[in-house]
């Protein structure tokens, strides 16, 4: 099944849909969607967000959800040092 995730300008992810509801809800516009997340919602800042969409295929909703949980791991081992890394001087 395919999905269109939402990530941020730093590549979080914020929002995934699925195709049947980009369909329904934004029309199979992939860039309609990503103007949705992009403008924050009354009352707040009327600067627009950057970020992008990205379109993913899994066989399943779980097998989504273990993408989207296991996307900051990366980040975390290196900063939290839980990963083989020694720092740098440049």
Known sequence: ????VYFDAYGHARQAI????LAETYQNNP???LDAMCHRKSG???KPISGH?????FNS???LQD?????GD???????AEADNRPYNF
């Open 1 to 4: 099944m395919k999905y269109y």
């Open 18 to 21: 699925s195709a049947t509801e």
């Open 31 to 33: 860039n309609s969607f």
């Open 44 to 46: 707040e800042d009327a």
């Open 53 to 57: 969409v990205g379109t993913l295929s």
């Open 61 to 63: 909703q779980k097998e």
């Open 67 to 71: 993408y989207l949980e296991s996307l």
């Open 74 to 80: 990366e980040l975390n081992g290196f900063y939290e």
